[in-house]
């Protein structure tokens, strides 16, 4: 058995973070990994300041408090081998 591929998924809206989720596990480069769940963008770079790591983010550009984008920079401030991927439910 390899390592275990960490991912974590912060949104806002619980049902955006259960459709990516779905999406990942239905892939099968994904299915033997580990998804953290993140409804608020300060815990989650709470999470990463008590040393927590993961390979891949996926984060809402558009979220309260921290938007994706500015989140994503201080994640990799913190950590610059984190794979992000920045999603959004707006069609623009």
């Not at 779905?22 to 953290?36: G, L, R, T, V, Y």
């Not at 994706?68 to 610059?80: C, D, P, R, S, V």
Request: glycine share 4%.
């Amino acid at each position: 058995m390899g390592v275990i591929m960490k991912i974590a998924i912060c949104d806002d809206q619980k049902m955006d973070i259960e459709n990516i989720s779905n999406i990942i596990k239905a892939h099968p480069m994904f299915k033997e990994c580990e998804i953290s769940f993140f409804e608020s963008s300060s815990v989650l770079l709470s999470s990463f300041q008590q040393e927590k790591s993961y390979d891949i983010i996926f984060l809402d550009v558009d979220m309260p408090e921290i938007n994706g984008i500015n989140l994503g920079k201080q994640i990799k401030e913190l950590h610059e081998n984190t794979f992000i991927v920045f999603v959004s439910s707006y069609p623009q």
